[in-house]
């Protein structure tokens, strides 16, 4: 690869959404150069969170290419075959595979497709530039690289949601879920109290791991909510998951579609499984028996303030009742922020659109409401220059639950059918994409390309 090779595709993000796009390009034939920029030094899959005993929450046999092609090399039962594990999973007769082996299973995927992804760089800007063949986008990368690419899909998934009273306190013992086992590996050996912030699965599944472990002196759970609500697993709400929900819900206008969101959000989010409720409630009764206060819920609570108490790192937490206003303190050593990611739209915490479309984002197509209007194939259309005829492509994979509902949260359920559609789309000719009045004679110089 040269310093300025144009690619067909860049990829920012190698998690499974563009895992499942790589294997669907090889399975539908698209014969473009691809490359892909992942973060990571190696494959991972919230390696954050791989918590012993942890399920997944999917049909593991709508895996990255199942449902499009039974026969695929890449599918989650060769896997197993593969491995020579095949009829031990069968045996054990589970309802959902560990995150573990799910885990093996991308990883293994991702293995094939080593060559495409450039490991350990961590996309910063997303620029336009012009070459001697047209317009390009352009992406720097955290060591000072830069990919040059005709088509960009991000799929790095969304911010974590730090809520703004931890903001300033951020560290080795404030630490979003998503740094969960290294931060606790660090701090190994001390007797922690420790606070789990949020009513989410990764909330439930934080508390009990923490239980397991010998040096957490306490642990105690902070969510606003009345306690750790079981999620809606009922097949008719999880239709959400289905290709032709999309296809409904995609043309609904926003306003219903935000109601549509706040109706069904108990599928995705601030609820829990069934096993692990079961689990901490038995966990609790023990204690309970016990007379020990090692387990604490507050439940209707949220932190409102915090701050470093005495010399030993301590956090003093001023944890209000959301419906008393009454307060009271916990001092911590360690926080634990289980509280789910950022959304992409209008509310006040979301983001308006992913933070590296933010150079591109006066050539993009918007909506009404000045965010990002992502088409049905979860192409955003970007405005042509006047250097060269080639239109620019730009996809969101795994980033478009606002335009495309619920199943577009991260969900694993469908990255088969949208990278489907994506790749499909890939494969038509590139004036499809543009609108007509999106066509300007702009000009983006920027010579130091050309
Ligand atoms: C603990 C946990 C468990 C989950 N379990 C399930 C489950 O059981 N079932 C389910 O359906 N969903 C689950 N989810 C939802 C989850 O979002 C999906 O499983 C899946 O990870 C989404 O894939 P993705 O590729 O879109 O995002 P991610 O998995 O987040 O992958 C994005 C990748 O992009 C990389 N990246 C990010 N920014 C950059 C950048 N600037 N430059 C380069 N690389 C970058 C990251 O390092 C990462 O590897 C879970 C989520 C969590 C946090």
Redesign the pocket.
């Known amino acids: 690869m040269t310093e300025h090779e144009i690619h067909s595709v860049l990829g920012?993000?190698?998690?499974?959404?563009?895992?499942?796009l790589a294997v669907t390009m090889e399975e539908l034939g698209y014969t473009g150069r691809s490359r892909f920029?992942?973060?990571?030094t190696d494959?991972?899959?919230?390696d954050?969170?791989l918590i012993d005993g942890?399920?997944?929450?999917?049909n593991p046999f709508r895996d990255l290419t199942m449902p499009r092609n039974t026969g695929s090399a890449y599918t989650f039962v060769n896997y197993l075959a593969s491995q020579g594990r095949l009829t031990d999973y069968l045996h054990l007769n589970a309802k959902?595979p560990l995150?573990r082996e799910?885990a093996g299973y991308l990883r293994w995927v991702a293995d094939s497709f080593r060559d495409a992804v450039d490991y350990g760089?961590?996309?910063?800007r997303l620029t336009v530039a012009d070459t001697a063949d047209g317009e390009v986008f352009r992406l720097e990368?955290d060591d000072g690289r830069q990919y040059l690419g005709e088509t960009v899909v991000i799929?790095?998934?969304?911010s974590p949601r730090i809520p703004p009273v931890f903001r300033r306190c951020l560290g080795p013992t404030v630490f979003h879920?998503?740094r969960y086992l290294s931060s606790l590996r660090r701090l190994r050996g001390r007797a922690l109290r420790v606070a789990v912030v949020g009513g989410s699965?990764?909330a439930i599944?934080i508390v009990l791991d923490l239980l397991g472990r010998d040096d957490v002196a306490q642990v105690v759970s902070v969510q606003r909510g009345i306690g750790f609500r079981l999620k809606d697993t009922s097949p008719y709400s999880r239709r959400v998951f289905l290709p032709e929900f999309i296809d409904y819900f995609y043309p609904l206008p926003a306003e219903t579609k935000r109601r549509i969101r706040a109706e069904l959000r108990s599928i995705n989010y601030a609820a829990c499984d069934q096993d692990v409720i079961d689990r901490l409630a038995t966990v609790q009764h023990e204690y309970e028996l016990k007379g020990s206060d090692r387990l604490r819920l507050m439940p209707f609570s949220e932190v409102s303030e915090v701050a470093p108490h005495g010399n030993g790192g301590v956090h003093r937490l001023v944890v209000r009742d959301v419906n008393t206003d009454t307060r009271g303190v916990y001092d911590a050593d360690v926080v634990v922020l289980a509280t789910g990611?950022r959304d992409f739209g209008l509310g006040p915490d979301d983001e308006p659109y992913h933070p590296?479309l933010a150079d591109v984002a006066d050539r993009l197509a918007l909506t009404d409401e000045g965010i990002p209007a992502v088409a049905r194939d979860y192409s955003v259309p970007v405005a042509r220059g006047s250097y060269g005829s080639r239109p620019l492509r730009l996809y969101l994979?795994?980033?478009c639950e606002a335009s495309h509902g619920m199943g577009d949260?991260?969900?694993?359920?469908v990255?088969s059918a949208r990278s489907t559609d994506i790749v499909e789309s890939l494969m038509l000719e590139p004036d499809a994409l543009v609108p007509d009045h999106l066509v300007t004679d702009r000009l983006v110089p920027d010579e130091a390309l050309r």
Do not use: C, K, M
């Not at 920029?37 to 990571?40: K, P």
């Not at 494959?43 to 919230?46: C, D, G, I, L, V």
């Not at 760089?121 to 910063?124: E, G, L, V």
């Open positions: 920012i993000g190698f998690g499974p959404a563009n895992l499942s920029v992942e973060r990571a494959f991972q899959w919230q954050e969170q942890a399920d997944i929450q999917n959902f995150r799910y760089r961590s996309a910063t990368t799929g790095t998934g969304r879920a998503t699965q990764s599944e990611f590296l994979n795994g980033l949260a991260g969900a694993l359920a990255l």
